[in-house]
């Protein structure tokens, strides 16, 4: 590998600004399969009626409970606003590393793949299991960075691009590698 | 007053090698970039991929330590950009992709050696090789991320960020999407047709292609002056891998962005996918836009489902189209079978054609809405 290249260009002044009106961390460590279960459990402890839940990979399954969580004491203002208004925009390092390893594990056994693992290897079905579940038909979008060097630049251009009042946006992450999975989300309001 | 953001150079790498004016010949003689392949259960497809010499000559070129989608997107970009002057201190990148190098991807390796396959090792070796402005951007929205990054790249330009943004979308035609596709009894056993009503799925197509935006009214690749006028991005809220069946994303899509453009429509460069889904639902959208007698095409029985580069080049050859006032014949299309009738292109239609709308739709319920306009 060659040396890195150093960027040092600032973000130009006359970008839009947000409004934080919640934001949301989850956190887990340890096997792929501890992970799963725990998040078995804090859906089950959450009391919400999703059966869906079950057939998410884990990076949905993260964000789809982080964003319940989000929401729980905003369901007014966003069920009040536009559904084309409302964007999810989500950044990660890894994006659908878990379904991809295992859509490879029935490749190298040369097994019968599951279509319902394959469709999970794209990581922007969680914007699209988000979308689902509350309805929202606004700008969404999934990008992979390394780190936050990118991800407001990102955030303000896809508003220059195509504004919305709300935002769900942030970090997901299923890294296997690490041995850890998190969200780090937060809803914005555009001012 | 936003800034007017023109397309300036494009480029289109396939099978077909790096000349576009080879492509847009070939595309208007109905030639197919498909060959026959055979899985390895014994399905038997058809798809659009490189030889072993040319991934070789790719190689050589440019050396054996890159990937094969960073080699794709550097040729392609490298091919986007060699009628213009590019300054890459005001030049950045946004890179659409749906899988990348994931067939390098070692199942029984331990982790450290898949580094290779993961999106941020092809966004690093575009940044040691073009040293762009900012660290480059990927975006993965299935198979909108080429159409999508394109939107983002002019608000780029808008934004202030850069002089110039060179949008590149890249996929590999990769055993991991082969299977998958296949498990979900989406390939094709002939070569794609789209809104055929005998069409049975899509081919997968190799392929990476770049577009040049600029805030200099350059014309595209020395022919015609041509804008990029607006997008948008929507979602179905509907299903995970099935389109919606009132079309009601794309119709949102379309609607709005021809309310933010002046120009009345010519043409529409169509997804297209050849699937009975697919199809049905962009001729419903089409419908209930009122845009049923609007000519259209799709070029997917051409080029294969090329994923997270079909954005950018189906947009290409829309570019294509309109600088030479020809809308191409739809290759694998010759019986209307849509749920709805639209006017799906049979032959190469001469016209003038000044303003082009580009429809994309994927798995996740994304689907995105281009607007390109000849000055």
């Avoid at chain 1, 859906?43 to 079950?54: A, G, L, V």
């Avoid at chain 2, 595209?220 to 948008?232: D, E, H, K, R």
Wanted: hydrophobic share 35%; proline share 4%.
């Amino acid at each position: 590998m060659a040396t890195a290249h150093s960027f040092s260009i600032k973000i130009n002044s006359n970008m839009p600004t947000f409004t934080t009106i919640n934001s949301v961390e989850l956190n887990f460590k340890g096997e792929f399969e501890d992970i799963e279960q725990q998040l078995n459990l804090l859906y089950k402890d959450s009391n919400i009626q999703y059966p869906k839940f079950f057939k998410m990979n884990q990076l949905c399954k993260i964000g789809f409970l982080a964003v319940e969580q989000l929401l729980q004491h905003h369901t007014d203002l966003i069920s009040k606003t536009k559904p084309s208004s409302v964007a999810t925009i989500f950044f990660s390092q890894y994006a659908s590393l878990s379904s991809d390893h295992f859509h490879h594990q029935s490749i190298y056994y040369n097994q019968l793949p599951s279509p319902s693992v394959f469709v999970y290897t794209l990581p922007n079905i969680l914007n699209g299991e988000l979308a689902i579940r509350h309805g929202w038909t606004g700008y969404n979008g999934f990008f992979d960075v390394l780190d936050d060097e990118n991800t407001d630049l990102i955030l303000e251009t896809a508003f220059v691009a195509q504004p919305f009042e709300y935002c769900v946006t942030g970090w997901v992450e299923t890294d296997m590698l690490h041995q850890k999975s998190f969200a780090r989300i937060k809803l914005l309001k555009s001012s | 007053m936003m800034n007017k953001v023109f397309c300036t150079g494009g480029s289109i790498v396939n099978n077909w090698g790096t000349n576009l004016v080879n492509h847009w010949t070939n595309v208007l003689n109905k030639d197919s970039s498909l060959l026959p392949m055979t899985l390895n259960d014994g399905t038997q497809t058809y798809a659009s991929y490189l030889s072993a010499e040319q991934w070789q000559q790719l190689f050589e070129k440019y050396g054996t330590h890159y990937t094969k989608s960073a080699l794709l997107c550097i040729e392609a970009i490298n091919c986007a950009i060699k009628n213009q002057q590019i300054n890459w201190k005001k030049t950045a990148i946004i890179v659409a992709t749906t899988k990348g190098d994931i067939d390098l991807y070692a199942f029984d390796k331990p982790n450290i050696h898949n580094i290779k396959t993961f999106f941020h090792h092809l966004s690093s070796q575009l940044n040691t090789h073009f040293k762009p402005i900012r660290p480059c951007t990927i975006l993965s929205n299935a198979c909108i991320s080429g159409s999508q990054a394109i939107q983002l790249g002019a608000a780029y330009l808008q934004s202030g960020i850069a002089d110039n943004v060179v949008i590149c979308g890249v996929d590999l035609c990769t055993t991991f999407t082969l299977t998958g596709f296949n498990s979900l009894k989406a390939l094709s056993t002939q070569p794609a047709m789209p809104f055929d009503k005998n069409r049975d799925g899509i081919s997968l197509g190799e392929a990476s292609s770049a577009l040049v935006l600029c805030k200099e009214a350059l014309p595209f690749n020395g022919l015609t002056q041509i804008q990029y006028v607006t997008g948008a991005v929507s979602n179905d809220a509907n299903h995970i891998s099935g389109p919606s069946r009132t079309g009601e994303g794309l119709y949102q899509a379309i609607q709005h962005v021809s309310s933010q453009s002046e120009y009345p429509i010519d043409a529409i460069s169509l997804h297209g996918t050849a699937t009975i889904y697919n199809d049905d639902m962009e001729s419903v959208a089409i419908h209930r836009c009122g845009l049923q007698s609007t000519p259209c095409f799709g070029l997917k029985g051409i080029y294969g489902h090329t994923l997270g580069a079909a954005g950018i080049l189906e947009s290409i050859i829309s570019l294509l189209a309109l600088s030479n006032n020809i809308i191409p014949a739809t290759t694998g299309y010759t019986n209307p079978g849509t749920a709805h009738p639209i006017a799906i292109s049979s032959h190469n239609q001469k016209g003038t054609f000044k303003t082009i709308l580009k429809c994309t739709s994927g798995f996740g319920g994304g689907n995105c809405a281009l607007i390109f306009h000849k000055n």
